[in-house]
Structure formats: structure tokens, C-alpha cells
């Protein structure tokens, strides 16, 4: 057996990358790659595969590294993933197929992560071909350009549908543009996967927002099948006092001014106000976005504030260590009670917290400390606490049934609305999720929808 330890992926050095918007992951080299190709042990039954929530055979394209075939790599990935540059930097790998490698206690699982990505952008630079395509004479409408519609687009297409994608904003991708920082997804990369879907023959109409520029009955009298991914991009603060106050932030709208509209460039037609000293409320994946960007537009202190222990902090693990490594301070077990200041943020208002016993998710309650208030000085406060469904949709579509969340309802196996043949899946039905379980979803909807419609 190989018990070669695991390979690493190349860095930015933290002082420098803290100081651009360049990807902080350089992957791995070619010598690397097959290095770490070889540490896979080609089970039998793969858990890994159990792992993926796409189903992506990951034995199998390892092989094609190991045999030096990276054009078949490719070809063995894309028959479950359309998106494997994007899922190779931002799924988390280590809680999903990686968690399930047998090669866990023998020097660390295969870098099946680094290893996806590595074959995805040799794919998206070396000419691979497009698999003839036999058109059914069905035509599907997709609202929202994120992962998951991007992934029902392109199962849909395969299958010889003709498919629009219908986008709101100026640019196609959804979360994948506006949501996560250049420096940990590279936004040509992007646009190289959706390019890819072009030559699939799917259609991107950007600028349109459906519930107001067109109207989902529309759709139906012109598609067979309507696929919802609108994503969840509505965000959500604590209702505490001195939230309105200029320099208070959601996390959504400062990674979108800065992702999307390039606020980072100096002459950017949407320009944001750069903090000194800011604190990000919040422990995910986007907190530690948005924490990373303030650090990359020069503020000087960067606080990250949250009322748990590490231990529940449900960002990625690498991105935590990134951050810290760039010099973000965590204040745990702290909550805030107050933002403070006149007419702009002057500071916040914290209270320490205890943990207490599991709430209904499992987690230990936070319970605070009574008189253990203190304040931390800063002047711009950024709120990452999750976000929801935008209700547009909803109050365009009575039909259209959501819960009390105002995420959309589904039927769990088939993944249709309470309208015949629109379907649904990704953040706008379980809130704010992972890219991948995104993905998935957009693939199991797409498969009901060839079911329902009698294609294969």
C-alpha cells in the first residue's frame, strides 16, 4: 500500500494575499497532481462517491489521472458535475466525499478536492469535446443563472432540450459572481464554465426579472418545464438598535457591490465605503468572506464576532485558518447587543456568552453572562447572519406556495412546485445552502422533469 502522506496545495503567502484579490489556492502542479492521483486506493466501493452529492465517480476520473489521461479525467467528471472548476475551490470537500476515504488515518484522505479541480482547468483550457447532442423537441425555462439553475440548464440541454436561462442581474452566475470573493473563486473561471453551456446551445437572457419583467405564467404557456433557482439573496440582521446607522452593512450587499460591481477598482461606478476598524457578525462561509475582503481593502483591525464556540463556527475549517492566517481576530462567544454612534458606527455593543444546553439544531444554546458588557471601537460593522428567499416570485405567483420561512414548497421526490410542471430546488427551497447541494438539487430536478415529460 502507498502510505505516502497527503499532498498540499500551494499558497499565497498570508502577509502578501491579504493585500490582493488574487486566488489564495495556487492547486496543484502537474508532478503533484499524479502524486497525489496515486494515493487513491480505487476501492471497491467507493464511500466517497456515497460523499458526493452529485454522484461524481471519483474513483474513476483519479484513474485517468493516474493513466496520464487528463482529456478522459475530464469526460468522467462532466457525466455528473458541469461545474467542476467551481466545485474543486468552494465545496467542502472535507465534510463530504473526503470525509468518507477509507485513507483518512493513512496520512489524510485523497486531495479529492484539489484533484477535481486540477482536471477542471486543464478542461477549461485544452479543447475537449462536446457530446453530440439529439434534440427532443422540449423547451425549458430556468430562473436564475446560480448553481443549481446552471445545473439543470445543462442536464436539460444534454437531454436535447432547448433551454433559456432567465438572469436578473447584468451577469450570469448567481452566488458564484456576486457572492464568493475573487481571491477564493476567480470569476473567469466562472465564465468559463458558463461559456461551456453556451456550446450546450443554452440560452442566457440577462436583465430580466421574472415577477416583473416577465411573469412565471408567461413561462409556462411557452415552456414545458419551468425550473426555479433564484437562490436566496434576501438578507437577514439581528433588529438591534443602531443597524440603520451609515457604515452597517448585510454581507450581501457588501460582497455584491464588491464581487459583481468591482467596487475594489477605483473608478467603479458603485464604490464602497472602506472601514478602519470593522467587525463581521457572523461565523460562515460568507462572514469569513466578507471579513477576508475588509482585510484586502486596507482596514486595520478586522474582527469577526460570534456568539459560539469554535467548535460550532460552520464556516469551512480552511477558510477560518485562512483567515486567521491573514490576520482576522475572532471574538467568540460573544453576541452584540447595540451599534453605536450619532449618525454613522462608532463601535458595538457586545456581551459575553456562556454555552448552555442543545437548542432544537443540536447545538448548545448560547446564554449571556450578565454584566460582562464591553464595546469594540470600530466604524464599519458588517452583518452575515444568513439570508432568505427574495418574496417577488411568491407576490407575482399566488399559486406559487412557500412556507412560513418564505422558502419554496417542494414535492421531496420530484422536486415540483404546487404548480404543475415548475419545479424548484437550491437556496430559494432549504435557505441558504452549499454550492454543491445547489448542484444537486438542479440535477434531480432536471431528472424529474425528463421523467415526467417521457424524455430520455
Do not use: W
Not at 75 to 93: M, Y
Not at 255 to 266: C, G, H, I, P, S
Not at 410 to 429: F, M, R
Amino acid at each position: 500500500m502507498n502510505n505516502q502522506p497527503r499532498n498540499n496545495v500551494r499558497e499565497q503567502d498570508a502577509k502578501i494575499r491579504a493585500t490582493n484579490f488574487n486566488e489564495v489556492s495556487l492547486g496543484f502542479d502537474e508532478k503533484t497532481a499524479m502524486a497525489e492521483a496515486e494515493r487513491c486506493l480505487a476501492c471497491v466501493k467507493p464511500k466517497c462517491v456515497e460523499g458526493c452529492p452529485v454522484g461524481v465517480n471519483i474513483p474513476k476520473f483519479i484513474s485517468y489521472i493516474k493513466a496520464g489521461d487528463l482529456e478522459g479525467a475530464v469526460a468522467a467528471i462532466k457525466e455528473n458535475s458541469n461545474l467542476p472548476a467551481v466545485c474543486g475551490r468552494v465545496c467542502p470537500q472535507e465534510s463530504q466525499c473526503e470525509a468518507r476515504c477509507v485513507r483518512a488515518k493513512l496520512g489524510g484522505p485523497v486531495a479529492i478536492g484539489a484533484l477535481e479541480r486540477f482536471v477542471a482547468d486543464y478542461g477549461l483550457t485544452h479543447a475537449v469535446k462536446t457530446p453530440a447532442i439529439t434534440k427532443c423537441g422540449k423547451k425549458a425555462a430556468i430562473i436564475g443563472s446560480g448553481p443549481s439553475g446552471l445545473t439543470c440548464a445543462a442536464d436539460l440541454a444534454m437531454a436535447g432540450f432547448d433551454v433559456t436561462v432567465f438572469e436578473a442581474f447584468h451577469k450570469a452566475g448567481g452566488v458564484l459572481v456576486y457572492g464568493i470573493p475573487e481571491f477564493r473563486l476567480p470569476k473567469s473561471l466562472v465564465q468559463a464554465e458558463i461559456d461551456k453551456l453556451s456550446e450546450l446551445g443554452v440560452q442566457i437572457k440577462l436583465n430580466t426579472v421574472v415577477g416583473k419583467t416577465i411573469m412565471l405564467d408567461e413561462l409556462l404557456g411557452d415552456y414545458d418545464a419551468v425550473f426555479i433557482g433564484t437562490g436566496a439573496g434576501l438578507p437577514m440582521f439581528m433588529n438591534i438598535k443602531g443597524e440603520s446607522l451609515n457604515g452597517v452593512y448585510s454581507a450581501n450587499e457588501y460582497l455584491t457591490r464588491v464581487n459583481l460591481m468591482k467596487a475594489y477598482q477605483k473608478d467603479s461606478a458603485t464604490p464602497i465605503q472602506v472601514g478602519n476598524n470593522v467587525v463581521v457578525v457572523g461565523a460562515g462561509n460568507v462572514a469569513m468572506d466578507a471579513a477576508r475582503t475588509a482585510l484586502r481593502f486596507g482596514a486595520q483591525n478586522v474582527s469577526l464576532v460570534y456568539r459560539r464556540s469554535r467548535e460550532e463556527m460552520p464556516a469551512r475549517r480552511e477558510e477560518i485558518r485562512h483567515a486567521e492566517e491573514e490576520g482576522v481576530v475572532l471574538q467568540l462567544l460573544t453576541n452584540p447587543l447595540e451599534i453605536l454612534g450619532d449618525k454613522a458606527v462608532s463601535g458595538i455593543k457586545c456581551i459575553r456568552m456562556e454555552l448552555g444546553e442543545p437548542d432544537e439544531s443540536g447545538r448548545r444554546k448560547p446564554v449571556e453572562i450578565q454584566g460582562s458588557e464591553f464595546v469594540i471601537d470600530c466604524d464599519q460593522v458588517i452583518m452575515a447572519l444568513g439570508t432568505s428567499p427574495n418574496p417577488l416570485l411568491k407576490r407575482s405567483c399566488e399559486r406559487l406556495e412557500v412556507n412560513k420561512k418564505g422558502t419554496i414548497v417542494i414535492d421531496e421526490a420530484t422536486h415540483e412546485t404546487s404548480i404543475s410542471n415548475v419545479y424548484a430546488g437550491g437556496d430559494a427551497v432549504t435557505g441558504a445552502a452549499t454550492v454543491i447541494l445547489a448542484m444537486g438539487a438542479g440535477k434531480a430536478a432536471a431528472k424529474a422533469i425528463l421523467e415526467k415529460l417521457n424524455v430520455h
